[in-house]
């Protein structure tokens, strides 16, 4: 049984919980505020379940001592930073970091890779949503004046996206300056956004979301090769059991002494799941 | 640049044929006869392009001189047992050789295993087509007294599929044989299947195929997690471009001493694209 350990608990840590419950192969080895992380040491594997930003501070500290993570960092221009700092605190340590391990970035990226393979020449556009965006509301909910809020991300096609921002105010808190600190916010700058002021955010909240991921490309010389992915899902759900599948993956890297920090698109998808080689071979080829 | 040989030269050689010459990272190292086997030694890897049935005798004539093969083997009940084999062959040649590299079995199996890692419990359903099955059409082609056939894919929904297969009689064949060869065919023999005699088959023929793969299935204890990939393509031209993009990736895992024989399922999807991690990372998780 793989010892899993869970580092943070709001959505995703809870979401994580029961898809380490309902893995015929892991156990639970136990779930940690961020200031007991050094009681995850006795897992083999801890999901930082913590928010994004902190990520890298925790996933240090872990690999340093040869424990093997997973996490969800999803912020996209910072990955490659990210997987190069723990690459080198992982071979240092003989552990193994899954990073950005959700559904975009993650399993979202696998597909963006294969439908790359399959047309090399084209153009991909990943639309999300309707939905709200975990990233965007942790991001808005951490600024000044702001006691709850929900950014839902609705798609405009061809990859663009509107951001709808919903927020209740703290007291005494200032609307335009609010607005001015959330539009400057680097998760926001980059799109169309509206915030808007209500009661409750808690009568708006509704935690799915959904994709449609398209590419139309050229396979050798032949064009008008056409793919679409489409998802309907509950969010933290998803990531949650993607954090647990890519659990499993970092453990058989690390079995095979293939230690260092990866993303997804450089896992195979057999790694992640249960089973021998020959029975998911069997049953999925 | 890898030099990439073809053996065989119907549509899925042609196909592959300008998938390497459009690869940045590739070179054509001949195109040769089945018969012409040995001549393919030059070459870093070669794509076997005969049909399904010869696969295995010339991919271990190659592998086990030490050079890579890649194919696309259709026969799903075959593929373990073709994959036993040649990691044995492969092992012993220091050669790597992917198998089953298609659309389905190929990209398909990923994106089933990938959704599997999703959602791990729930039903996935593969509807291919309306479309032309080259396996089928070849399986048909082989029978005595069929002068020329196309075996048409009909999805009727929940994996089920009708085929439908149109031939052109040789000169004095009798049709009730003929059909009743086809049909106990083990291409055949577990589907739906109707055999209609017709003057032109070129008359009908169209390479378009097309999939819609769906699954609903839980992630965690969530339940109505719901999945769907769909493709309408050119398929020799998927099939050759799975076939060179496979190509790429057997000498990553040659060239990283992970000699065997693996299936698409066992592939990172990086290792399918040209460039370098940082270039692939940043451009597509």
């Given at each position: 049984?793989i010892?899993v350990?869970?580092?943070?608990?709001?959505n995703?840590?809870?979401a994580?919980?029961?898809?380490?419950?309902?893995?015929?192969?892991?156990?639970l080895?136990?779930?940690?505020?961020?200031?007991?992380?050094?009681?995850?040491?006795d897992a083999?594997?801890?999901?930082?379940?913590t928010?994004t930003?902190?990520?890298?501070?925790?996933?240090?500290?872990?690999?340093?001592?040869?424990i093997c993570?997973?996490?969800?960092?999803?912020?996209?221009?910072?990955?490659?930073?990210?997987?190069s700092a723990?690459?080198?605190?992982?071979k240092?340590?003989?552990?193994v970091?899954?990073?950005?391990?959700?559904?975009d970035?993650g399993?979202d990226?696998?597909?963006?890779?294969?439908?790359?393979?399959?047309?090399?020449?084209?153009?991909?556009y990943?639309?999300?949503?309707?939905g709200?965006?975990m990233?965007?509301?942790?991001a808005?909910?951490?600024?000044?004046g702001?006691?709850?809020?929900?950014?839902?991300?609705?798609?405009?096609?061809?990859?663009?996206?509107?951001?709808?921002?919903?927020?209740?105010?703290e007291?005494?808190?200032?609307?335009?300056?609010v607005?001015?600190?959330?539009?400057?916010?680097d998760?926001?700058?980059?799109?169309?956004?509206?915030?808007?002021?209500v009661?409750?955010?808690?009568?708006?909240?509704?935690?799915?979301?959904?994709v449609?991921l398209v590419r139309?490309?050229?396979s050798?010389e032949?064009?008008?090769?056409?793919?679409?992915?489409?998802?309907?899902i509950?969010?933290?759900?998803?990531?949650?059991?993607?954090?647990?599948?890519?659990?499993?993956?970092?453990i058989?890297?690390?079995?095979?002494?293939?230690?260092g920090?990866?993303?997804?698109?450089e896992?195979a998808?057999?790694?992640?799941?249960?089973?021998?080689?020959?029975?998911?071979?069997?049953?999925?080829?």
């Amino acid at each position: 049984m793989i010892r899993v350990a869970i580092l943070g608990y709001g959505n995703i840590g809870r979401a994580a919980e029961q898809a380490i419950q309902s893995s015929p192969d892991m156990e639970l080895a136990g779930v940690f505020h961020h200031n007991d992380c050094m009681n995850c040491i006795d897992a083999d594997v801890v999901l930082v379940c913590t928010p994004t930003r902190e990520v890298q501070k925790f996933a240090t500290l872990l690999a340093a001592r040869g424990i093997c993570t997973v996490d969800s960092f999803d912020i996209h221009g910072q990955i490659w930073s990210l997987r190069s700092a723990m690459d080198t605190v992982c071979k240092t340590g003989k552990a193994v970091s899954i990073i950005s391990a959700g559904w975009d970035p993650g399993s979202d990226s696998m597909v963006r890779a294969l439908l790359m393979a399959l047309a090399p020449k084209g153009l991909t556009y990943t639309n999300f949503g309707p939905g709200r965006s975990m990233g965007h509301t942790v991001a808005a909910k951490a600024v000044q004046g702001v006691k709850n809020a929900l950014s839902m991300t609705i798609p405009l096609g061809t990859g663009i996206h509107r951001r709808m921002v919903y927020i209740e105010l703290e007291q005494g808190a200032d609307f335009k300056e609010v607005e001015a600190a959330i539009l400057k916010d680097d998760y926001f700058a980059h799109d169309e956004t509206h915030v808007i002021a209500v009661d409750s955010v808690d009568a708006l909240n509704n935690v799915a979301h959904g994709v449609n991921l398209v590419r139309n490309g050229v396979s050798g010389e032949t064009h008008n090769q056409r793919f679409e992915f489409n998802m309907a899902i509950n969010n933290p759900a998803l990531t949650g059991q993607v954090m647990v599948s890519c659990a499993r993956a970092a453990i058989r890297l690390k079995e095979r002494g293939e230690y260092g920090a990866k993303t997804m698109i450089e896992l195979a998808p057999i790694d992640l799941l249960p089973g021998t080689t020959e029975e998911l071979v069997r049953a999925l080829v």
